[in-house]
């Protein structure tokens, strides 16, 4: 019988970590130092990237780890915490079931917010069963406790969160889901962006929202969202 070690999980995480964020940069859902990811290790810190690097070409060594609090306990020297710590940590202590975050800036779900836009009424039924409805946050000081407040009536309810004004937040049991959430958050900004442009979204009957509904809480109990 073979055992995985702490450190054996922590490598593996970086390793996905930097692989996430060069798929941020090259969905173009970040650019230049935007967005942060993070995930929990065993010990129950949290393994993050560092403030002010490009995303997309980070080298596993300039991650950093810090406890629940947002202190920095690890890093290569120079290398300190995102600054938008909090709303990750903010998750990660209200939703113990949650590993990973994902913090990006998708443009067009960021231009919905701009212009008031909300992506919670469900329209796409692929959509509706992966993410349910994709509420939007107020605006909150980015680099402050305020960006978890921000989020606190939406955490247990929802893994997607757009951040208005900001960006969006997904989140999940693996990096890669939080990633796969985040894209789906732009494909649906996309497709109600087309819509608008051939003349508006057309929402479906209430019985058909009703069976998506159960779907995805049939999905949800299996653990296949």
Not at 72 to 86: D, V
Not at 137 to 161: C, K, N, Q, R, S
Not at 207 to 222: G, I, N, P, T
């Amino acid at each position: 019988m073979t055992t995985t070690s702490h450190a054996d999980v922590e490598m593996t995480l970086r390793a996905e970590m930097v692989h996430c964020g060069r798929l941020l940069y090259e969905r173009g859902l970040i650019v230049a130092g935007d967005g942060n990811l993070s995930a929990r290790l065993p010990d129950g810190s949290i393994l993050m990237t560092p403030a002010g690097l490009a995303k997309g070409m980070l080298q596993v060594d300039d991650l950093v780890v810090v406890d629940l609090d947002g202190h920095l306990l690890r890093g290569a020297p120079g290398r300190q915490p995102s600054s938008e710590r909090y709303l990750h940590l903010f998750v990660y202590r209200q939703r113990s079931d949650i590993m990973a975050c994902v913090h990006a800036h998708p443009p067009t779900a960021v231009g919905a917010t701009l212009a008031g836009v909300s992506l919670a009424e469900p329209l796409l039924p692929e959509a509706l069963i992966a993410l349910g409805p994709i509420p939007t946050a107020p605006y909150a000081l980015t680099g402050t406790p305020e960006m978890g407040e921000a989020i606190a009536p939406f955490v247990a309810d929802h893994e997607a969160i757009l951040l208005a004004y900001h960006g969006a937040l997904t989140y999940g049991v693996t990096l890669m889901q939080a990633f796969h959430r985040m894209e789906q958050i732009e494909h649906c900004a996309r497709a109600l962006l087309a819509a608008h442009l051939f003349g508006g979204a057309r929402p479906l009957p209430s019985e058909r929202l009703a069976e998506l509904a159960e779907v995805r809480r049939a999905f949800r109990a299996a653990g296949r969202i």
